[in-house]
Nanobody, 123 residues
Framework: QVQLVESGGGLVQTGGSLTLSCAAS????????MAWFHQAPGKEHEFVGG????????DYEDSAKGRFTISRDYARNTVYLQMNNLKPEDTAVYYC????????????????WGQGTQVTVSS
């Protein structure tokens, strides 16, 4: 069982930045694929970006490319989502998720989820 705890959300103006953190309670953090999803009101969870177990490969949904960066710190068992040039349409609850095995964008493949952290971007 892996527990994931997100932090770092908040209210920011358009064009601002936030860094989300997701701390994982596992001794085998390096074996997990990690991903970020967000859920806006009335919408499904949507893929934001992911990072493979080695940290050498990252992937982003189109609107995040060039603005968001995912990284992971094996010493701290933590994955980060650095978000720059935020837009009002980025407003959502952001969740991190973990799975073993192959990387995928498919949210249904992820076994462990955090409780989410709210990001609100004002115009």
């Amino acid at each position: 069982q892996v527990q994931l705890v997100e932090s770092g959300g908040g209210l920011v103006q358009t064009g601002g930045s936030l860094t989300l953190s997701c701390a994982a309670s596992t001794r085998t953090f390096g074996t997990y694929v990690m991903a970020w999803f967000h859920q806006a009101p009335g919408k499904e969870h949507e893929f934001v970006g992911g990072i493979d177990w080695s940290g050498s490969s990252t992937d982003y949904e189109d609107s995040a490319k060039g603005r968001f960066t995912i990284s992971r710190d094996y010493a701290r068992n933590t994955v980060y989502l650095q978000m720059n040039n935020l837009k009002p349409e980025d407003t959502a609850v952001y969740y991190c998720a973990a799975k073993m095995g192959r990387y995928t964008k498919n949210r249904w493949a992820y076994d462990y989820w955090g409780q989410g952290t709210q990001v609100t971007v004002s115009s």
